[in-house]
DNA sequence: TAAGTGACGATCG
DNA sequence: TCGATCGCCACTT
């Protein structure tokens, strides 16, 4: 599963999103050249090796809820991760008017090289 | 080989 | 905004 290498194109371009900003399944799937294959993003950072620090929790549904159901232990840590980086979480959602990535040419070459 | 399963997305009511 | 539905696709059983 992990021998997969789409995870890794996943893991980079995730890794690529910067701090206080948020991203959807589809956006991710999109920028890692996998167009239409959101699932396979969302299987894939539940694969996420420990040896590589991965901001997961940035991701979010295309909607801006998170991906976990509200209360559940893994949502409580995502939204207290993105409100430690100044993201608003209301509700378990999050406004992408405001605050998802919109990546810019240079950004998107930074990722390629890494 | 077929059927079941998801950290999804778009659409509809 | 919310839930139900369907389409989707890699992976598991």
Redesign the pocket.
């Known amino acids: 599963?992990s021998?997969?290498p789409?995870?890794k194109q996943i893991w980079q371009t995730v890794c690529a999103i910067p701090a206080g900003k948020v991203a959807?399944?589809?956006?991710i799937?999109d920028l890692a050249g996998l167009p239409?294959?959101?699932?396979?993003?969302?299987?894939s950072?539940?694969y996420?090796p420990s040896d590589m620090s991965v901001p997961?929790?940035r991701?979010?549904?295309?909607?801006?809820?998170l991906?976990?159901p509200k209360g559940s232990e893994?949502a409580m840590k995502?939204t207290g991760l993105l409100q430690d980086e100044n993201v608003a979480v209301l509700?378990n959602?999050v406004k992408l008017a405001s605050f998802q990535w919109q990546p810019t040419l240079e950004e998107m070459l930074w990722k390629l090289q890494q």
Do not use: P
């Not at 959807?24 to 956006?27: D, L, V």
């Open positions: 599963m021998h997969n789409h995870y959807s399944y589809g956006q799937a239409g294959r959101a699932r396979l993003v969302g299987k950072l539940g996420i997961w929790y991701v979010l549904r295309s909607s801006g809820q991906a976990f893994q995502q509700s959602r």
